[in-house]
């Protein structure tokens, strides 16, 4: 499961883009579509900015360092018993192909807390029925226990997260900051229905407007290469959904995402060396499949 991207070339390439990369407002200038059989995407970044990024290595290695390989528990299904509830080990429920989980499961792992949060993956096709009569009763994943309560909602665990464990501080405190953040954080679900509308329509026309939202997102702080600058809950709450968008948009719609986008290929280039983020990856052939299906029912 850490492998995902090792396997694939998409955000480690090479340099070429043919748009004016400092226009972050254009729209369609680079409409991104090729004709298959399809060249794997060259993405020219200046690697030279990264460098001068100070903050990057400051936030991102305190993140990285002492994040060590977790064997990963099988996942709980409808034979399996559950765990000991309300023990006082807080517990983090998730199913390990969840991106709403996997942004709680990523925010425990970049606070260090492999040892304080104990990971609780569930198997959602053929769910324990003590999930939702003992454990949380929405019967979705992600939900945490702690101090004897659950709590669900992928963006509240996150924050949540943050604010109650040990480790470093995943939100900023300066108020332009947070007030990004909060604008960033809502605009998640308008990304997702964006991409789903896209789907729908066999068009990636408003994925593609979604896509160059984000770019200019990433243009707001030039102190990193993050959504605000410094790596923050906002890339997690982001991560997981552009690790499915990627291949499955090059794959299927033969559209590159990062095409005509630097800052979102540099972005996903930095987010692919947090190793508390790459313990969370999955294959994106899985992703690839998994979005193949959902394509077919939308359209049913
Ligand atoms: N808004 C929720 C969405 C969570 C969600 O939809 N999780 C899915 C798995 S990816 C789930 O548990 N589905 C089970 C179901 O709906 O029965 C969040 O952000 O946590």
């Not at 609780?120 to 945490?144: A, C, D, F, T």
């Not at 109650?164 to 997702?192: Q, R, V, Y």
């Not at 997981?240 to 972005?267: G, H, N």
Request: overall charge neutral.
């Amino acid at each position: 499961m850490a492998t995902i991207f090792n396997n694939i070339s998409y955000h480690h390439s090479i340099i070429h883009c043919a748009c004016n990369n400092n226009n972050t407002n254009r729209i369609n200038l680079c409409p991104n579509l090729g004709s298959p059989p399809f060249k794997k995407p060259l993405i020219l970044f200046p690697r030279k900015n990264l460098l001068n990024y100070s903050g990057i290595s400051r936030t991102v290695s305190a993140i990285s360092s002492g994040v060590r390989e977790e064997a990963l528990p099988p996942a709980l299904d409808s034979s399996s018993d559950p765990p000991p509830i309300f023990d006082g080990t807080p517990k983090l429920y998730i199913s390990y192909s969840c991106p709403f989980a996997q942004r709680a499961w990523i925010t425990r792992n970049c606070k260090g807390l492999q040892d304080t949060i104990k990971l609780v993956p569930i198997n959602l096709k053929n769910r324990p029925s003590w999930y939702k009569e003992k454990v949380y009763p929405p019967n979705k994943v992600p939900s945490l226990e702690h101090n004897n309560e659950v709590k669900g909602e992928s963006l509240d665990l996150i924050r949540y997260i943050d604010a109650n464990f040990e480790g470093p501080s995943l939100f900023p405190d300066d108020p332009t900051k947070i007030e990004f953040a909060e604008e960033l954080l809502s605009f998640t679900s308008s990304f997702s229905k964006a991409v789903t509308n896209s789907l729908k329509e066999n068009s990636t026309n408003e994925a593609g407007a979604a896509f160059d939202e984000i770019e200019i997102f990433l243009s707001k702080f030039d102190d990193g290469p993050f959504f605000l600058g410094q790596f923050s809950l906002v890339d997690i709450a982001y991560a997981p959904f552009v690790e499915r968008y990627q291949p499955f948009f090059f794959e299927v719609m033969s559209y590159d995402i990062t095409s005509c986008r630097p800052k979102l290929a540099v972005w996903i280039e930095e987010m692919n060396k947090i190793e508390a983020y790459k313990q969370t990856q999955r294959d994106p052939k899985e992703h690839v499949e998994t979005y193949r299906k959902r394509l077919v029912s939308l359209k049913s």
